[in-house]
């Protein structure tokens, strides 16, 4: 799943990325060789915690810093991709379109972003037990979530689709 999420990333060969609410890393450390020794992966989280174990774990081109989506400490237009698997719905929701805001500011112009969320799955009896089963993430359908989200912020959707298992992306670029 995450193999997969890279990819519909686009990420290339030199590729300057960001993974908002990175978590542990692992998303970031799939994107790592990908991007080559070229390129960087860069990740941010609110958690120390978090930070830290990514921090044990990084590949050469992989660096952690500790940070909120919605004020993201980079330069402006300093990334070619950014990233960001099931970490929005954690993002305060008054503070998502300032997130949202921040990727279109720091990806280059022509640059891709990619979300990921849970969703419920597509079986109704399933979808009723999954809020009870797996949290909060699961009650909801993420297009709820993302719906103008992207847009919000200046970019143009290109794709969006379902992933197994229970996956919902979204893909946009900033128009150069
Ligand atoms: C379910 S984890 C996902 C981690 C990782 N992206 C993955 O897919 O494994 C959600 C992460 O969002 C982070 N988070 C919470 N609030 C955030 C915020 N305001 N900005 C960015 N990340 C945030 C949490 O600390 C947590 O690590």
Do not use: K, W
Not at 64 to 87: I, R
Not at 99 to 124: K, T
């Amino acid at each position: 799943m995450f193999t997969r999420l890279a990819s519909l990333a686009g990420v290339r060969p030199g590729h300057r990325v960001l993974d908002v609410g990175c978590g542990t890393g692992y998303l970031s450390r799939i994107i790592a060789p990908v991007a080559g020794a070229g390129g960087h992966v860069t990740g941010i989280d609110p958690s120390a915690a978090m930070i830290g174990h990514a921090r044990d774990r990084a590949p050469a081109n992989c660096s952690y810093q500790v940070g909120e989506g919605q004020a993201l400490d980079f330069p402006d237009a300093s990334f070619d991709v950014v990233v960001s698997s099931l970490a929005v719905h954690h993002i305060p929701a008054d503070a998502r379109p300032a997130a949202a805001r921040e990727m279109f500011r720091v990806l280059r112009p022509g640059g891709r972003v990619l979300i990921a969320e849970s969703r419920p799955p597509a079986n109704p009896l399933l979808a009723r037990l999954a809020g009870p089963l797996f949290g909060a993430a699961m009650r909801h359908d993420p297009r709820d979530l993302l719906a103008g989200l992207l847009p919000g912020a200046g970019f143009t959707v290109e794709d969006d689709g379902e992933l197994p298992i229970m996956l919902y992306y979204v893909r946009g670029v900033r128009p150069a």
